[in-house]
C-alpha cells in the first residue's frame, strides 16, 4: 500500500502525464562564450560540473582544455569557478543557471600551447581583460596590442576596402581615443603578410610580459586593518597596497596554505638561517570569501607547481575540507598536448568587442569594469614589462616596442620643438613625478618581504649632453626642465632591475640621464665586489657614448619575524 501511495504522488506531480521525472530534473544552461556569443545546453541537476564543461569544450572544438574553466555569480553576485567534480545542483543555488567560460590558469609561455585554436580563445580573454582594465597597460602598449588584434581579424591593410577610421568599430582600451586608432591604424599597415595565427603569437609574447598578467585579485585586509589586494597567479601569492605590490611569497616558499572564518592564512618556509617557519593571515570580507580565495590558491599551487594532483588522504573521520583540484597539472596536459596528432582545427575569429554599452563577460556593466583600470595604476608604470625572460630576450623585447613607439610618435614637431613621444612622456601622469610625491623611481620595498633577504643594492646613474634645445631662450638654464622619464623594471628569481630614464634641458643643452637600480636578493652569500664590476660593465656595453659618474653600494638584512607575525 506504501509502495502504490509513493508511485501514484510520483505521477501526480509529473508535469504533462506523460514526461518522466528524469527529464523534469533537467536544467537549460546558458554559457557566454569569450567572443561575447551564448552556448545554450540541457543538462541534469545532479551532474558534475564536468559535464557541462565538456560539452562547452566540445562545441568549441578545443582540446587542450585545462587552462580553462566555467565561472557562474552566486547570490552576493561573487564570481565562482565552478568545481567539475561536484554536483551541479549543490553549487548553482538561489540563482540562474547562466555561466561564463573563462580563462582559469594563464599559461606562462603561450608559445607552449601546442595548437593555434587554444592560443587563439586565450587572445579573446586578454582582449576583455585589457579592455575592461583589469590588465593594466601603458599608451604605447594599448596600441602595439590593438594593432595585432586588427591583423588577427581583418588581415593586411588594403587601402581600397578599408576606410579612413575603418578600427573605430574595434574595442583596444578602456578610454579609447581617437589618438590610439590613429597610431593602431599606422602600425597595422606595416603588418602586410603576417597571418592571423602569427599575430595572436606576438600578441601573447606582449602581453605575457604585463605584471598583471594572470593574476586573479581577492580583496582583504592585513594585521592592522589596512585595505590590501591578494592576487594569486602562476608563481604564487602577490600582495598590494596603495595600488603597489609590497609583497610576493613565491609557491616555493609556501608551506601550507589554511582559512578560518574570515581568516586566510599562509605558512612560510624558513630561510637558510631561520629556525621557525612564520605564519602570515589576512582578513577577508567574510567566510566564503576566504574560502573561495583558498580553493583558487591550492588549484593555482596543484596546477602550476605539481607533477600530478594530490590524492585525498583516506581518513575515518575527516573534519577538514574535502576539496582538491581534480584536473590535470601543467605538466600533465603539456604532455597530453604534444601527443595531439589531429590537423590544425579550422575556426572562425570573431570580431572583438565593438564600442556598445553590452553586458561584459564577468556579467558587470562595461562602464563599471573601466572603473578598474585606475586600482594598478602606479604599480603599472613601475612593472609594465615584468618577466623573467632571459636579458637577450628582454632587451629584443624592450627594443621591439621602442622602435614601434618612436616610429608613430616622432612624427611631426610642434612650435615648442616636442614630439608627439616627447609630449606623452613629459605630461603623462604615470611617467612626470609630482613635486608633492616621492619619485617613483624608487624599486618596490623588496626588504619587507619575509621571505627574502636584500644582499644588496647597486646605483648606477649615467648621463650625457647632446643636442641642442630650441625652445624659449627665456627659459632658466639652471632650473631645467624634465622633457621625458621612462621607468622600466625587470625581475628574474634573485634579481630586480628598475631603469629610470630622464631626459631634461639645462642652459640650451638636452641632457639625458640613465639610472639602474640592482636589487639581488637570497639566502646565499653574494660576491659584492663581482656583482658591482658585473652591473658596471653590463652599463658601459650597453650604453657606450655614456660615462659611468656615481655608483652606490648598499646593503640590508632583515630582521626574522616572530613566529605568526606579519
Not at 578599408?162 to 582600451?173: K, L, M, P, Q, T
Not at 622602435?403 to 611617467?431: C, H, I, N, Q, Y
Not at 639652471?478 to 634573485?494: D, P, V, W
Request: a neutral charge; hydrophobic letters at 30%.
Amino acid at each position: 500500500r506504501t509502495s502504490h501511495r509513493s508511485s501514484t504522488s510520483k505521477l501526480s506531480r509529473s508535469p504533462g502525464g506523460g514526461r518522466s521525472v528524469r527529464s523534469y530534473r533537467n536544467m537549460q544552461c546558458k554559457v557566454t562564450l569569450l567572443d561575447g556569443t551564448d552556448y545554450t545546453c540541457l543538462v541534469e541537476k545532479r551532474e558534475r560540473g564536468h559535464v557541462l564543461f565538456d560539452k562547452v569544450c566540445e562545441h568549441l572544438n578545443l582540446l587542450e582544455k585545462d587552462y580553462f574553466g566555467i565561472t557562474f555569480r552566486d547570490v552576493e553576485n561573487q564570481k565562482n569557478w565552478l568545481d567539475p567534480s561536484k554536483e551541479m545542483k549543490k553549487q548553482i543555488r538561489g540563482v540562474a543557471w547562466n555561466f561564463s567560460f573563462n580563462v582559469k590558469f594563464y599559461p606562462p609561455d603561450p608559445a607552449q600551447l601546442s595548437e593555434d585554436i587554444t592560443r587563439y580563445y586565450l587572445c579573446l580573454q586578454l582582449r576583455d581583460d585589457v579592455v575592461s582594465g583589469r590588465l593594466p597597460c601603458s599608451f604605447a602598449t594599448h596600441t602595439v596590442l590593438g594593432s595585432y588584434t586588427v591583423q588577427s581579424e581583418l588581415g593586411d591593410y588594403d587601402p581600397e576596402e578599408s576606410g579612413i577610421d575603418y578600427v573605430s568599430e574595434f574595442r583596444f582600451a578602456p578610454n579609447q581615443t581617437k589618438e590610439l586608432e590613429e597610431k593602431v591604424m599606422d602600425l597595422h599597415k606595416n603588418y602586410k603578410g603576417m597571418t592571423p595565427a602569427e599575430a595572436e603569437m606576438h600578441f601573447l609574447e606582449n602581453v605575457k610580459k604585463l605584471s598583471m598578467y594572470g593574476v586573479d585579485l581577492h580583496h582583504a585586509k592585513d594585521s592592522e586593518g589596512v585595505e590590501i589586494m591578494l592576487g594569486v597567479c602562476s608563481s604564487g601569492l602577490l600582495i598590494y597596497r596603495d595600488r603597489l605590490r609590497i609583497n610576493r611569497f613565491a609557491w616555493p616558499k609556501v608551506l601550507k596554505i589554511s582559512y578560518k572564518r574570515n581568516n586566510f592564512y599562509i605558512k612560510i618556509r624558513p630561510g637558510e638561517f631561520e629556525q621557525f617557519e612564520s605564519t602570515i593571515g589576512f582578513k577577508l570580507p567574510n567566510h566564503r570569501a576566504a574560502k573561495r580565495l583558498w580553493k583558487v590558491c591550492v588549484e593555482h599551487h596543484t596546477f602550476f607547481r605539481l607533477v600530478s594532483p594530490e590524492t585525498p588522504p583516506k581518513k575515518f573521520l575527516n573534519l577538514g575540507s574535502k576539496f582538491r583540484y581534480s584536473g590535470r597539472t601543467q605538466a600533465q596536459t603539456r604532455r597530453a598536448s604534444a601527443q595531439i596528432v589531429r590537423p590544425a582545427p579550422r575556426f572562425e575569429r570573431s570580431t572583438s568587442k565593438r564600442y556598445i554599452m553590452s553586458r561584459s563577460l564577468d556579467g558587470g556593466s562595461f562602464i563599471r569594469r573601466i572603473k578598474g583600470e585606475s586600482l594598478f595604476v602606479r604599480h603599472c608604470a613601475l612593472m609594465l614589462e615584468d618577466t623573467v625572460e632571459t636579458p637577450e630576450e628582454l632587451l629584443k623585447h624592450a627594443t621591439n616596442i621602442s622602435e614601434l613607439k618612436r616610429s608613430f610618435m616622432e612624427t611631426g614637431v610642434d612650435k615648442a620643438g616636442l614630439t608627439e613621444w616627447e609630449k606623452r612622456l613629459s605630461s603623462s601622469p604615470l611617467r612626470s613625478p609630482r613635486h608633492d610625491e616621492a619619485p617613483m623611481i624608487e624599486p618596490l620595498e623588496l626588504d619587507e618581504d619575509p621571505c627574502l633577504e636584500v644582499a644588496g643594492v647597486f646605483v648606477v646613474r649615467e648621463r650625457t649632453g647632446h643636442g641642442v634645445w630650441s625652445g624659449d631662450a627665456n627659459t632658466n638654464p639652471e632650473a631645467g626642465i624634465l622633457m621625458s622619464a621612462q621607468t622600466i623594471t625587470s625581475e628574474t628569481t634573485s634579481t630586480t632591475t628598475t631603469t629610470h630614464i630622464t631626459k631634461t634641458v639645462k642652459g640650451g643643452i638636452s641632457e639625458t640621464r640613465i639610472e639602474k637600480r640592482i636589487v639581488i636578493s637570497g639566502d646565499a652569500d653574494i660576491d659584492h665586489d663581482e656583482a658591482l664590476a658585473q652591473a658596471i660593465k653590463e652599463a658601459r656595453e650597453q650604453h657606450p657614448d655614456m660615462s659611468v659618474t656615481k655608483v652606490v653600494v648598499h646593503k640590508e638584512t632583515e630582521i626574522t619575524p616572530e613566529k605568526g607575525e606579519e
